[in-house]
T-cell receptor
């Protein structure tokens, strides 16, 4: 099925450990995004990528790095995890401005707990 | 800055219309109104969007006031599966790649 695939779905880390969240889309979208969602809150943008080879900071980029590996894949890395990064992480993709817009497609999320 | 104001919660009887309001009094001329919903623990799902005309699709209708300062999402025959958090977002499609800024949304509970 076409869509956005995130891995892993669940992860528990110890403080100071590192990990990479993976995201891949098969819709030929140019733009990709990483959001985090804390309990009772809306989504906050961490980083986004307009196209392959470009990335930019969103609202809450501190403590994260991203890589747009190719058009399909956009990964989020936590170099030294902190309890404040306990959250649900969503990846999304969309077609670029000027193209027919069919909304954003989100992945099913990665639930990360840092202890 | 989510730029929109929504009631934190609403409820609706199954089979009745659910009307979810959104205030976006500072919307600019080239900003669209988008609605998404998030069913418990899942990724947000696109519902509908519009600029100034009313819009309808298979999921819902969007009514935008003439001054564009507010809008209403209408689910014509709500079902239990429509229980979700609904987000109203304004976005300029022509800038910043369409980054979405989500507020806390409205928790809609549909009861039997």
């Amino acid at each position: 099925n076409a869509g956005v695939t995130q891995t892993p779905k669940f992860q528990v880390l110890k403080t100071g450990q590192s990990m990479t969240l993976q995201c891949a889309q098969d819709m030929n979208h140019n733009s990709m995004y990483w959001y985090r969602q804390d309990p009772g809150m809306g989504l906050r943008l961490i980083y986004y990528s307009a196209s392959e080879g470009t990335t930019d900071k969103g609202e809450v980029p501190n403590g994260y790095n991203v890589s747009r590996l190719n058009k399909r894949e956009f990964s989020l890395r936590l170099e030294s995890a902190a309890p404040s990064q306990t959250s649900v992480y969503f990846c999304a993709s969309s077609s670029p401005s000027g193209q027919p817009f069919y909304g954003y497609t989100f992945g099913s999320g990665t639930r990360l707990t840092v202890v | 800055d989510a730029k929109t104001t929504q009631p934190p919660s609403m409820d609706c009887a199954e089979g009745r219309a659910a009307n979810l309001p959104c205030n976006h009094s500072t919307i600019s001329g080239n900003e669209y109104v988008y609605w998404y919903r998030q069913i418990h623990s899942q990724g947000p799902q696109y519902i509908i969007h519009g600029l100034k005309n009313n819009e309808t699709n298979e999921m819902a209708s969007l009514i935008i006031t003439e001054d564009r300062k507010s809008s209403t999402l209408i689910l014509p025959h709500a079902t239990l599966r429509d229980t979700a958090v609904y987000y109203c977002i304004v976005m300029d499609r022509g800038s910043t790649l369409g980054r979405l800024y989500f507020g806390r949304g409205t928790q809609l509970t549909v009861w039997p």
